[in-house]
C-alpha cells in the first residue's frame, strides 16, 4: 500500500485535503475483466458519497 493516494473526489468520505484517507481501496476495470486499456478505464470501488 503506498504511503500516499492523491485522489480529487471531494465528496467521498474517505477524501481529505487531496489525498485518500482508507485504510485500503479496491480499483477495478470499467466493464469488468483484469485489463484496463488507460486509466480512465479504472474505477474505485472504494468510494462512499458523502
Ligand atoms: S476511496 Fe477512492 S474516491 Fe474515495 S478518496 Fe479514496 S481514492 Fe478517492
Known sequence: M???IK???SNCNFW???LCK???IE???DGGGAMAKS???T???T???K
Do not use: I, L, R, Y
Open 47 to 49: 468510494f462512499e458519497g
Open 43 to 45: 474505477q474505485c470501488h
Open 16 to 18: 481529505d485535503n487531496q
Open 27 to 29: 480499483v477495478s476495470v
Open 39 to 41: 486509466d480512465m478505464q
Open 2 to 4: 503506498p504511503d500516499k
Open 22 to 24: 482508507a485504510s485500503a
Open 7 to 9: 485522489c480529487t473526489v
